[in-house]
């Protein structure tokens, strides 16, 4: 009973095992061919006929053919020579998964008695497919303070192909400024991006093009181009620049109001606010020379704005302030220098001390009967100053050893009865 019971358990156990291996082998079918994509059409993939052990005539005599679900089925078979030819181009990245193996699985039956054999077609990769980058032209934006080591992750490049037939490597065009630096993470992505590696300055060079390149491994290697344009954002690293190491000007004391006495120029080589320049008095500069000068803050024109005295001052040195519109202004100073000229505008003035009494007719010629004194306020020539007495009168200006001190004397021996009062005119002339 126990015996009976063990046999029919292992026939059993021996019928599930054979079924098991008739349903493998059928189901494993047993050829397989490899042909590249994109051959043409009629290329012959494999000899059915000598695969399936029958010959040409036994073939068709049975019935062959590929059961396929698709209309257009890539392959075809020749029922007269046993042969399985390529229906149609394939093209290996439409069919399959860019990074699998790439098996077309038929399904073909041979019937009288009905067989059915599964035959796999292996796809292989051929390089049709160059790397391609998302966008032809990449812009980026970095401020010239950025600083070397600084990392800018670009778009990586995608090829259809697989394994090494796509992107393999990556070459930038050389420039000073970049250099390229590719992480590799894994499953055909690798990331290229640009690393800073020497400052940028926005006023020496504005933008940089680059040019990124990805070859994929094929033989020989297919490539893809993409322009880089570093636009240099900028910072404001420059103070406004004085045309001019110095600047003076000569200006005529009681110049008009509103006369321009000079005009200060400084340029800022920054961009927008950080280059526009504005002009003004340094702090330092005295209320005395803020009532006499205006200082237009756009232009950098000194305007006479008050009455200019040249005796009061001949020459003014200015404290001027270029400024930029910078966040973080950058200012530079300068002096300005006004040399007033004078003009005569003074005239000379005469101070007599003469004698309280009368002179006697009898006085020697030579007698002093007045001291003269003449000033002038004005400078040089103008304030210099020369004195005369009529002809006629019989007196003379004698110079004495002080300057502009001048003594009247008598010319001569003067009579009472002849003249008894003269009216002496002075005359003072610079
Ligand atoms: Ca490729
Ligand atoms: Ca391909
Ligand atoms: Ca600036
Ligand atoms: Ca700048």
């Known amino acids: 009973m126990e015996q009976r019971r063990c046999l029919t358990w292992r026939t059993r156990t021996i019928w599930i095992v054979y079924i098991l291996v008739l349903v493998w082998k059928t189901a494993l079918g047993q050829f397989r061919y490899s042909i590249s994509e994109e051959v043409t059409e009629g290329t012959a993939v494999g000899n059915i006929a000598k695969d399936l052990g029958l010959d040409k005539a036994t073939l068709k005599e049975r019935g062959y053919r590929i059961v396929s679900g698709s209309a257009e089925p890539p392959f075809?078979?020749?029922?007269?020579?046993?042969?399985?030819?390529?229906?149609?181009?394939?093209?290996?990245?439409?069919?399959?998964?860019?990074?699998?193996?790439?098996?077309?699985?038929?399904?073909?039956?041979?019937?009288?008695?009905?067989?059915?054999?599964?035959?796999?077609?292996?796809?292989?990769?051929?390089?049709?497919?160059?790397?391609?980058?998302?966008?032809?032209?990449?812009?980026?934006?970095?401020?010239?303070?950025?600083?070397?080591g600084a990392r800018f992750q670009l778009q990586a490049a995608r090829d259809a192909d697989s394994g090494s037939l796509s992107v393999q490597q990556y070459k930038l065009s050389h420039n000073e400024h970049f250099r390229l630096e590719v992480k590799d993470r894994g499953e055909d992505r690798k990331t290229p991006s640009l690393v800073l590696q020497k400052s940028l300055d926005r006023e020496s060079v504005k933008t940089h093009v680059l040019l990124l390149t990805a070859f994929d491994g094929?033989?020989?290697?297919?490539?893809?181009?993409?322009?880089?344009?570093?636009?240099?954002?900028?910072?404001?690293?420059?103070?406004?620049?004085?045309?001019?190491?110095?600047?003076?000007?000569?200006?005529?004391?009681?110049?008009?109001?509103?006369?321009?006495?000079?005009?200060?120029?400084?340029?800022?080589?920054?961009?927008?606010?950080?280059?526009?320049?504005?002009?003004?008095?340094?702090?330092?500069?005295?209320?005395?020379?803020?009532?006499?000068?205006?200082?237009?803050?756009?232009?950098?024109?000194?305007?006479?704005?008050?009455?200019?005295?040249?005796?009061?001052?001949?020459?003014?040195?200015?404290?001027?302030?270029?400024?930029?519109?910078?966040?973080?202004?950058?200012?530079?100073?300068?002096?300005?220098?006004?040399?007033?000229?004078?003009?005569?505008?003074?005239?000379?003035?005469?101070?007599?001390?003469?004698?309280?009494?009368?002179?006697?007719?009898?006085?020697?010629?030579?007698?002093?009967?007045?001291?003269?004194?003449?000033k002038d306020s004005d400078s040089d020539l103008n304030g210099k100053v020369v004195c005369y007495v009529s002809k006629d009168a019989p007196f003379l200006l004698a110079p004495s050893l002080q300057s502009n001190m001048y003594s009247l004397v008598t010319k001569q021996v003067l009579d009472r009865e002849q003249q008894s009062q003269y009216n002496v005119l002075i005359v003072a002339k610079d």
């Open 218 to 374: 094929g033989k020989p290697p297919r490539s893809g181009n993409m322009t880089i344009i570093v636009n240099v954002s900028d910072v404001n690293d420059n103070p406004p620049v004085f045309s001019k190491e110095a600047y003076s000007a000569h200006l005529k004391e009681n110049s008009p109001f509103g006369t321009t006495v000079i005009q200060v120029n400084a340029t800022d080589l920054d961009e927008g606010l950080n280059g526009e320049v504005v002009y003004s008095f340094g702090n330092d500069v005295e209320a005395r020379v803020r009532e006499r000068f205006d200082l237009n803050p756009v232009t950098g024109e000194i305007i006479v704005a008050g009455l200019i005295d040249f005796e009061e001052s001949g020459r003014y040195e200015i404290d001027i302030q270029a400024s930029d519109k910078g966040a973080a202004t950058m200012t530079t100073d300068k002096v300005v220098i006004i040399n007033i000229i004078d003009v005569n505008d003074n005239a000379p003035e005469i101070e007599v001390t003469s004698f309280s009494h009368a002179l006697p007719e009898n006085s020697k010629p030579g007698t002093t009967v007045a001291l003269i004194s003449v």
């Open 76 to 148: 075809r078979v020749n029922t007269d020579n046993g042969i399985l030819y390529v229906n149609r181009k394939i093209d290996r990245e439409e069919v399959c998964d860019r990074n699998k193996m790439c098996v077309i699985d038929l399904k073909t039956v041979l019937e009288n008695p009905l067989e059915v054999h599964y035959v796999a077609v292996e796809i292989l990769d051929v390089n049709d497919h160059a790397p391609i980058f998302p966008e032809k032209e990449n812009t980026l934006e970095i401020s010239e303070s950025a600083l070397p």
